[in-house]
């Protein structure tokens, strides 16, 4: 399978400490990746390496074959950042407006949505069974419901990876399991390839085919027994 996402002897740190040292890893097209590490093991700077958004010390990270820090990575990898408590609450929009945040860029600065538009958004809202409440307030939402809707704005843009910093917190266990049954389901019906990260070792064990652990500075694939 072609290689999407690979780090190559990739060292970093801020400053005077290294918080992640000779890291090499590759996910491949179609894989369903979690990554599981305790807090302060260095998986924000890790996502952080793999979008782009920092340059690591030696080493490379690249994206279909090319550096990741160097490239436009809105319509490749969706990026669905962890949920802080309280992001939603009170917040004046509704699905259909949030998702729509994603397309900016392609509309155009003080410039109205068209009609394609709003279909790219309810198309992204229908692969999260989320299109009947697209005009319904954020803040109305459960906990699994923002998450999804979450979800629908990263994949407007019709990324080929979707990338989750711990996607299940402040989820209950029942939105939880249907979560991660929704991400299998894209993974395998619309071939999108999913990387996870999270401290949630039980759930990543349940649902990913491939596993990582990021300890010690390092990351080592789990191979199954």
């Not at 409440?133 to 080929?160: C, D, E, T, W």
């Amino acid at each position: 399978m072609k290689e999407i996402i690979s780090l190559n002897d990739v060292t970093f740190g801020y400053e005077k400490e290294t918080v992640l040292e000779h890291l090499n890893m590759t996910i491949r097209e179609g894989d369903f990746v979690g990554i599981m590490g305790v807090n302060g093991a260095g998986k924000s700077t890790l996502i952080k390496l793999i979008l782009g958004q920092l340059e690591p010390w030696n080493g490379e990270v690249y994206l279909y074959g090319k550096q990741a820090a160097r490239q436009n990575l809105r319509s490749q990898i969706g990026y669905v950042p962890q949920k802080s408590s309280g992001q939603s609450a009170g917040f004046p929009a509704t699905a259909e407006e949030i998702v729509m945040l994603n397309l900016y860029s392609e509309i155009g600065f003080l410039k109205f949505p068209q009609k394609k538009h709003r279909k790219m958004v309810c198309d992204a809202l229908k692969m999260v069974e989320m299109e009947e409440y697209k005009q319904r307030l954020i803040y109305k939402m459960s906990g699994g419901q923002q998450q999804r809707v979450m979800i629908a704005k990263a994949l407007v843009n019709n990324p080929k990876v979707l990338l989750f910093d711990e996607p299940t917190t402040g989820v209950d266990n029942k939105s939880t399991h249907q979560l991660m049954h929704l991400l299998q389901h894209l993974n395998k019906c619309h071939g999108i390839t999913v990387v996870i990260i999270s401290h949630d070792v039980s759930i990543l064990k349940s649902t990913a085919t491939r596993l990582f652990c990021l300890e010690n500075k390092k990351v080592e694939e789990q191979i199954g027994e």
